[in-house]
């Protein structure tokens, strides 16, 4: 047997909104399921939920909701960390050193950015350097791996980035982070326009699925998902992006291959596939609601509480690491 100590990983999910199927398939899913084989943090990301227009009373509703959802999908705080980033001032002061070797042409590529202003958000400094404070939160912990969906693969590339910057200048002291992303479904895509992603901020609500959505709800979001007009169930992400995003959401409620549901509802004609990815969603996310009703918020503080103290417990010595490599010396 191995003595070698578990690897770790981070994650995040900013309290935004409703929780959708995209962020089940894409990230959290996986969150459940490495627990055990790794050494697991997953945090509420509330500061980064500041980047955009918000209301500090829902925000504090916000991030219960998304606390609880998470214990409903399996989060275990016996075996992993679930706080909020707000807890933990470490990820602010991190953020703050990182982003002085950060170039502003790194920060003028990312498409987060230029997605959110071109949506209609303010373009203030903070969701201009949000990638530099979720890299802040990669590194503080240093985790080796970050399960995420593929809408997070250029900011997980700059964590990257900022990690060997900062090891070239001050000393290797971050390890450089993998992202985990799923190979199926890593990018599950709006049900009213399947050529972009779906969104907890996405105003319309016929064009998500969220994860405590009454059985009756999901089958109509899903039956009146944008799709074309040829009635051939296949696998084409240019002529018929509707078409495949369902593919991709019922193999990864179902875990069968692409191939082998155009197999089976190839020229059934659509609605009897949209009846079928329905009732895949639906069976899938059933547990979810069940658990969701029986945490009570009172539970919820309570894991928050305890996380966000291991959490400042933890990160403590880590960052005297980096004070000291930076120049920042205690007295
Ligand atoms: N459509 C998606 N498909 C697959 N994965 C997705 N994720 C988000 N959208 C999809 C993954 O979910 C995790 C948590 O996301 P987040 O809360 O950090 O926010 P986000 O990526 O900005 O997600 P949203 O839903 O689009 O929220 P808003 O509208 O607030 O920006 C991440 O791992 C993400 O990759």
Redesign the pocket.
């Known amino acids: 047997m191995s003595n070698d100590p578990k690897q770790r990983i981070f ?7 409703s ?5 089940y ?4 899913r996986n969150w459940v399921k490495l627990q055990d084989e790794y050494d697991a943090i997953y945090c509420i ?1 509330d500061l ?2 500041m980047t ?1 227009d918000y209301d500090p009373v829902d925000l504090e509703r916000a991030r219960i909701e ?1 606390a609880k959802v998470l214990l409903a999908l399996g989060v275990d705080p016996d075996r992993s960390l679930l706080y909020a980033q707000s807890q933990v001032p470490e990820h602010a002061e991190l953020a703050w050193i990182l982003g002085t070797l950060t170039p502003m042409g790194v920060l003028n590529r990312m498409t ?1 950015f230029k997605d ?1 202003t071109s949506a209609g958000h303010a373009s203030n400094l903070g969701l201009y350097s949000y990638p530099v404070l979720m890299a802040a939160d990669i590194l503080l912990y240093r985790a080796n791996l970050v ?6 693969r250029q900011h997980i590339e700059t964590t990257r980035d900022l990690a060997e910057r900062f090891n070239n200048r001050f000393g290797d002291i971050f390890p450089i982070p993998e992202p985990y992303i799923p190979t199926t ?6 049900l009213t326009d399947p050529t972009a ?6 105003p319309q609500i016929r064009a998500t699925v969220g994860l405590l959505d009454d059985p009756d709800i999901i089958r109509k979001r899903i039956r009146s998902a944008v799709t074309d007009s040829d009635p051939v169930v296949r696998y084409d992400t240019e002529a018929k992006p509707g078409i495949s995003n369902l593919l991709e959401i019922m193999a990864g409620c179902t875990g069968r291959t692409i191939d082998s549901l155009v197999v089976e509802y190839g020229d059934g004609g659509y609605g009897a596939f949209k009846d079928a990815v329905a009732e895949a969603v639906v069976e899938e996310l059933a547990p979810v609601k069940a658990g969701y009703t029986s945490i009570t918020n009172g539970d919820v503080r309570a894991v928050l509480r305890s996380s966000g103290d291991r959490a400042r417990e933890m990160v403590k010595p880590y960052q005297a690491e980096v004070h000291n490599a930076v120049g920042l010396k205690a007295y």
């Open positions: 994650s995040g999910m900013q309290p935004t909104g929780i959708h199927l995209g962020n398939l894409g990230a959290f990301v980064h939920a955009i998304a987060q959110k399960p995420v969906g593929d809408d997070q479904s890593a990018r599950v895509m709006s992603k779906m969104s907890k901020s996405d």
